[in-house]
T-cell receptor, first 111, second 115 residues
Framework: DAKTTQPTSMDCAEGRAANLPCNHS???????VYWYRQIHSQGPQYIIHGLKNNETNEMASLIITEDRKSSTLILPHATLRDTAVYYCIVVEYYGNNRLAFGKGNQVVVIP | KAGVTQTPRYLIKTRGQQVTLSCSPISGHRSVSWYQQTPGQGLQFLFE???????NKGNFPGRFSGRQFSNSRSEMNVSTLELGDSALYLC??????????????FGNGTRLTVT
């Protein structure tokens, strides 16, 4: 079962930063937070992951609260191509690839 | 580097038939996982193979099976197809030694329709 809670859907304005929240209040010390997204008719795409420090890559930034019970994925300048279902999942350190995706957050970027 | 390749892209079968789906992982990746995606259940883990051995299995009936070859290519088979097996079947590869630092790379899936 998924160990995260996300909004079912949200809209974002094109060109603005999109902040996608995720709650993982039962996360354990050896679990990472991973984000994937799935654009219509494609397979999920890895975005970013983190343990407790904030992380940034060319796609997004990940902000994890100090207590690790929640996180926020930030898309700095949302484009129409960022419209997708975004999945926040927790993954055990040295764990296997049996991932529990949950329902995700349908993000629509509006012109 | 070529991504994960799944064939065929679309498939239509009749109830009772069997089907084989194929997945070619990214070169050098030794782990291949399979997922089923339906509108009602979302993404559900089927099984994972690493070095030709099944390393993990999800909660699916025995009609769902898979295998991995020495070149890491994988196939999954569904026998005695049921209408409820209609879904997008996704394959994902990773280098293999656990999930941390080696995120899954997904193919675009095989869309199976059972009539």
């Amino acid at each position: 079962d998924a160990k995260t809670t996300q909004p079912t859907s949200m809209d974002c304005a094109e060109g603005r930063a999109a902040n996608l929240p995720c709650n993982h209040s039962t996360i354990s010390g050896n679990e990472y937070v991973y984000w994937y997204r799935q654009i219509h008719s494609q397979g999920p795409q890895y975005i970013i992951h983190g343990l407790k420090n904030n992380e940034t890559n060319e796609m997004a930034s990940l902000i994890i609260t100090e207590d690790r019970k929640s996180s926020t994925l930030i898309l700095p300048h949302a484009t129409l191509r960022d419209t997708a279902v975004y999945y926040c999942i927790v993954v055990e350190y040295y764990g296997n690839n049996r991932l529990a995706f949950g329902k995700g957050n349908q993000v629509v970027v509006i012109p | 580097k070529a991504g994960v390749t799944q064939t065929p892209r679309y498939l239509i079968k009749t109830r009772g038939q069997q089907v084989t789906l194929s997945c070619s992982p990214i070169s050098g990746h030794r782990s291949v996982s399979w997922y089923q995606q339906t509108p009602g259940q979302g993404l559900q883990f089927l099984f994972e193979y690493f070095s030709e051995t099944q390393r993990n299995k999800g909660n699916f009936p025995g009609r769902f099976s898979g295998r991995q070859f020495s070149n890491s290519r994988s196939e999954m088979n569904v026998s005695t197809l049921e209408l409820g097996d209609s879904a997008l079947y996704l394959c994902a590869s990773s280098p293999g030694q656990g999930a941390v630092g080696s995120p899954l790379h997904f193919g675009n899936g095989t869309r199976l329709t059972v009539t």
